[in-house]
C-alpha cells in the first residue's frame, strides 16, 4: 500500500505563487508516473501535471507556461511550482502515483489551494 503526504497549499494573491510537494512511501516495486490533479466542488477533477519517471511532462492546457512539475525518483516525491495564479486555480489540489508493475494509481488526501485578493 502507497502513502502520499502532501504539503505545501494555502492562500495567496493573484499573481502570486505556490509550491506544493508529494511524498510517496510504502511501494514494493516503485513509482512510475507522478502528477497532480485538482478539483473544485460540483466539478470533474481535472489534470493538472503528471511527470513520467524518465522526466517526460504533460500539463493541462490551462496551467501551461505558469505551473512546473518535477520529480526526485530516488526520494519519490514530486512538487508543482504554481506562477502567476489566478482565482480561477483555486481548487484542492491533489497528489497522484501509480505503481509500478501493479500500475494501481494512489491518490493523496488533497490540499486546498485558494487565490484571491
Known amino acids: 500500500q502507497v502513502q502520499l503526504v502532501e504539503s505545501g497549499g494555502g492562500w495567496v494573491q493573484p499573481g502570486g505563487f505556490l509550491r506544493l510537494s508529494c511524498a510517496a512511501s510504502?511501494?514494493?516495486?516503485?513509482?512510475?508516473?507522478m502528477g497532480w490533479y485538482r478539483q473544485v466542488s460540483g466539478k470533474e477533477r481535472e489534470l493538472v501535471a503528471v511527470?513520467?519517471?524518465?522526466?517526460?511532462?504533460n500539463y493541462g492546457d490551462s496551467v501551461k507556461g505558469r505551473f512546473t512539475i518535477s520529480r526526485d525518483n530516488a526520494k519519490n516525491t514530486v512538487a508543482l511550482q504554481m506562477n502567476s495564479l489566478k482565482p480561477e486555480d483555486t481548487a484542492v489540489y491533489y497528489c497522484?502515483?501509480?505503481?509500478?508493475?501493479?500500475?494501481?494509481?494512489?491518490w493523496g488526501q488533497g490540499t486546498q489551494v485558494t487565490v484571491s485578493s
Open positions: 497522484n502515483v501509480r505503481e509500478v508493475f501493479t500500475t494501481r494509481r494512489y
Open positions: 511527470i513520467t519517471r524518465g522526466g517526460t511532462t
Open positions: 510504502g511501494s514494493r516495486f516503485g513509482i512510475n508516473d
